[in-house]
């Protein structure tokens, strides 16, 4: 069976949502969206802010863990990293924690010098930005520059404090006796620490395809279709051109035609894959794998994710609050209390630990306090030994998250053979660049970590570091350096940001995939607009990026078309 269109779109990313709504919003184009995945279950279950770590182990999540690995993930039962991603309509937005943080301009500006494109500046994608947001609510204390915010966009932003109040306020103190500022870190310049800002509405979360597409489905012009697979994309050898996409949906084989362009936002996972089958990738690889090659470009093979260590555990002497399910629903209800928000402490500290440009922050760190569950240990996906060790004799425990925002080391995504249904094999390869960089500023990170247990804010809450030496790293000194190392190669997990697999750049030699329009190198009416054409993670959190890529590119494809 065969249709045609002017624009299909291949995966509901929170970039493919957005752009399935502008493209159909004037009429003027008639356009598919095909995500493999569902809509958004809105009675309730994606919905939970405080939920999101039950998410990916849902229908929602398609359920991929790494390679074995030999640098990081160790403390794992099959030495691999997890790899949420989400799978339905508004792709990771339905699974993850709903932080809303833009990166650091000067990362959008360094993609503008590198591809010759001024429209990648700051300050022009600025207006995207705005006009993606609407800021309901801000807490009273929270540090926010009314100038860089938006105030009537479809996604609603709040910057508030549920539950936990006094932990939030210890650990913006604590980094300001550190001597950092407090700021709002969607401004122009993110170092310090601040106060959470979350995509929610009324407690409930924002995620991309209830933002962008379940309302808008019944458009005369677009036609959504979910449980619908791609498997690949049909390119003229001769000409070059793309032409339309094969997809199945219950067992049986479709045909959509585009008569405009053919746009895969299938994710920094799913983008390089689909290429991969479609006969754009690298050759070698391509060859090995028996898939005829279009296009020879380097999809997959520059994998940059922010490595993340979630074991910095420590006892306190707050008792949480006793939490009875009945109270947490009803303040829910009221679009308050501990489900609507990530954690309990809302802050989170962007630090520029060993930067030469003390306004680029080089780790981010957030915490929460918790009680040991099995929840966090499916979650983080450590073995039985190792999550006993790192929780040692705590109940109450404060829990650091520390991320390395400017990862040195790169991995790949590659196909395992040529069946379109195998999932890809994903290999991070976090903490394994040459000179031991990476590892070098998670440690630094951990230095930090104690530097803050010991400031007057957080010695009111009497942090100790009770956690008992990893199995793996009993012949290190315990809390030594080289132990520390040891315990960060085996408690770094992918922290779930994946770029660089479909590369924007100016040079196929180098890397690049995409040009600074999105189109694939070599071939015409296909472009990528998702995560995956970011050179490297951002410093933000991803939907919001991602989001801004498929708005900017609705506005070139209005203009061109
Ligand atoms: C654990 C975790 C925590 C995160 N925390 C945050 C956070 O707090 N805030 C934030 O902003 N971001 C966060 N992110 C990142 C963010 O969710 C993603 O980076 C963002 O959604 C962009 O992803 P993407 O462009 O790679 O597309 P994705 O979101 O991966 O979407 C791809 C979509 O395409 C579909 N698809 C793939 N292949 C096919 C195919 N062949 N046919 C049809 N459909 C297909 C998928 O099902 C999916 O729906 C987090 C991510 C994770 C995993």
New binding site residues.
Partial sequence: MEESFDFVI???????TVLANRLTEEGRFKVLL????KYANNSGFTQFPRF?ALH?YSDYG?GYTSVKQSTACLGTAKKSCK???????????????????RGHPENFNCIARTVRDASWNYKDLLKYFKKLEKLTRVAEKAPIDSEVHGYSGLIHTQNRIPGGYFLTNTFVEGSVELGYPINDYNGPNPVGASIEQL?INNGRRQD??SVFVTPYRNRANLKVLIE????KIEINPYSRVAQSVI?TRSGVRYRARASKEIIL???????P??LMLSGIGPRRHLEKVGIDVIQDLEVGSGLKDYAVAGALIFSTNVTRPVDYYKDWVQDYLKGEGDLTG?SRAQAIGFYPLKSCNKLIPTVRLMSDITLPSSGVQKYMDFTTENTKASWGTNKNAVVFELGLLNPKSSGTIRLKNSN?FEYPLINPRFLSDAHNKDIDMLYEGIKLVFRLKDTLAYKKIQLTYNGAPLPACTKHTFLSKSYWYCFLRQVTL??????GTCPIGVNREKGAVVDSKLRVIGISRLRVA???VFPRPLY???????TV?GEKLADDLKRQY
């Fill in positions: 291949v995966g509901a990313s929170p970039a493919g095909l995500e493999a995945g999101f990916p398609w790899y949420y991603s989400g799978k339905g309509v508004g792709g990771n937005s339905l699974i993850q924690p709903p932080l809303y943080s995509y991309m395809g619908s697979y791609v498997t997809y936002s299938a994710g920094s996972i799913g983008s894959r689909t990530v379109p992918a922290g779930g940001f994946p770029t998702d995560e995956s933000g959190t991803a939907s919001i990026q991602a890529v």
